[in-house]
T-cell receptor, first 108, second 112 residues
Framework: KNEVEQSPQNLTAQEGEFITINCSYSVGISALHWLQQHPGGGIVSLFMLSSGKKKHGRLIATINIQEKHSSLHITASHPRDSAVYICAVSPSGSRLTFGEGTQLTVNP | DTAVSQTPKYLVTQMGNDKSIKCEQNLGHDTMYWYKQDSKKFLKIMFSYNNKELIINETVPNRFSPKSPDKAHLNLHINSLELGDSAVYFC???????????FGPGTRLTVT
């Protein structure tokens, strides 16, 4: 069993819908990262958080350290949000352990 | 200006060959990484260098050898390439340990 589990694996939404992707982990961590991998393959860091909540534009990330759970929310989704969203945790220092990713498709 | 760059972007080679992938970052970061993304799109850490010192060396075959000539560069040399080495290799950098990481565009390696 992977130390980082994401759900759902695949998600299809209509433009404008509110989207939630979940991440659960089984180890103690110093930080949790959300990454976006574009259809062209490039990877962009969206958030790094160790407590509470962060917001960038239409994206919101939350983390509950006690429950070892994080969520990534996208409000007013758009077809350009279609990508793979990857949760990764840092058990210590710089080492990242990755989830398997969630493929999001937003249809117009 | 590209923050983290990798060359080449695509690499097709035959089994048994030796090849290198280069990575450079112009962000002034102290820490650099190599990741492997397999055919199922799963990412795994391979190596990490902090200030030119190797700090993470995952269970990677000895055929893979990272080299960091300076803080801005981390190259990956692969000897005796095997079919299973086919993957996308990503370089990344961060200001230090436990910081947000910036990824390069990836190098798609195909071993035939």
């Amino acid at each position: 069993k992977n130390e980082v589990e994401q759900s759902p694996q695949n998600l299809t939404a209509q433009e404008g819908e509110f989207i939630t992707i979940n991440c659960s982990y089984s180890v103690g961590i110093s930080a949790l990262h959300w990454l976006q991998q574009h259809p062209g393959g490039g990877i962009v860091s969206l958030f790094m958080l160790s407590s509470g909540k962060k917001k960038h534009g239409r994206l919101i990330a939350t983390i509950n350290i006690q429950e070892k759970h994080s969520s990534l929310h996208i409000t007013a989704s758009h077809p350009r949000d279609s990508a793979v969203y990857i949760c990764a945790v840092s058990p210590s220092g710089s080492r990242l352990t990755f989830g398997e990713g969630t493929q999001l498709t937003v249809n117009p | 200006d590209t923050a983290v760059s990798q060359t080449p972007k695509y690499l097709v080679t035959q089994m048994g060959n030796d090849k290198s992938i280069k990575c450079e970052q112009n962000l002034g970061h102290d820490t650099m990484y190599w990741y492997k993304q397999d055919s199922k799109k799963f990412l795994k850490i391979m190596f990490s260098y902090n200030n030119k010192e190797l700090i993470i060396n995952e269970t990677v075959p000895n055929r893979f050898s990272p080299k960091s000539p300076d803080k801005a560069h981390l190259n990956l040399h692969i000897n005796s390439l095997e079919l299973g080495d086919s993957a996308v290799y990503f370089c990344a950098s961060s200001p230090g340990l436990s910081y947000e990481q910036y990824f390069g565009p990836g190098t798609r390696l195909t071993v035939t």
